[in-house]
Structure formats: structure tokens, C-alpha cells
């Protein structure tokens, strides 16, 4: 069974840093584009970053140079580093892969920035 498992999710000030984890079971993520996509309360999924299956990564240009993705393939996991955080960046930040006709999504887990 495909699980992803985000967290690492919480309170933060603004200027702060977080580092979100994605744990990925049933599947082989280095195999796969893994994506981070974030959603607030009434607005669409908005794609955050991705790291591919080449390992090249990709930003919005909200985040470009304050967020970095990664990818630890002996641990099956992929990571969101956050710093610089903005109070806009608040939201409930999700993994994503696809492949197989599939969207997989994992729980979601709350980032919020405030003072």
C-alpha cells in the first residue's frame, strides 16, 4: 500500500525555520517526481516544490531561494527545508507523488507562521 507520512509541522515565528518530512512507504520515491503542495482555508493546492527523479528541483516563486527540497533515498524520505518563514507562507503543506494512473497524497501537516 502507497503511504505518505508528512509531519514536522507547527508554530513558528516569522523569520523562522521549519524542516518538513515526508516518509514514503510502498513504493520507491527516488523512482518518482515527489512534489510538496500547500493549501489554506478556501484557496486552491498550490504547488510548492519538487524534486524529480533525476534529482533536479523546481520552486514557486513565493519560495525560491528561502525553501530547499531534498531527498534521502536510503531513508525513503523527502524533506521541505522552510527558512525566512512569512506569515503567508501559513498553511497545511502535503506531499504528492504520481505514477500508475495515481495522485497519492499524505495527511497534511500544519505549518503556521505568526508572532
Known amino acids: 500500500e502507497v503511504q505518505l507520512q508528512a509531519y514536522g509541522g507547527g508554530l513558528v515565528q516569522p523569520g523562522g525555520s521549519l524542516r518538513l518530512s515526508c516518509a514514503a512507504s510502498?513504493?520507491?520515491?527516488?523512482?518518482?517526481?515527489m512534489n510538496w503542495v500547500r493549501q489554506t482555508p478556501g484557496n486552491e493546492r498550490e504547488l510548492v516544490a519538487t524534486?524529480?527523479?533525476?534529482?533536479?528541483?523546481d520552486y514557486d516563486e513565493s519560495v525560491k531561494g528561502r525553501f530547499t527540497i531534498s531527498r534521502d533515498d536510503t531513508k525513503n524520505t523527502v524533506y521541505l527545508q522552510m527558512t525566512s518563514l512569512k506569515p503567508e507562507d501559513t498553511a497545511v503543506y502535503y506531499c504528492?507523488?504520481?505514477?500508475?494512473?495515481?495522485?497519492?497524497w499524505g495527511q497534511g501537516t500544519l505549518v503556521t507562521v505568526s508572532s
Open positions: 510502498g513504493f520507491t520515491a527516488s523512482k518518482y517526481h
Open positions: 524534486v524529480t527523479r533525476r534529482n533536479s528541483t
Open positions: 504528492n507523488t504520481y505514477f500508475g494512473g495515481e495522485s497519492y
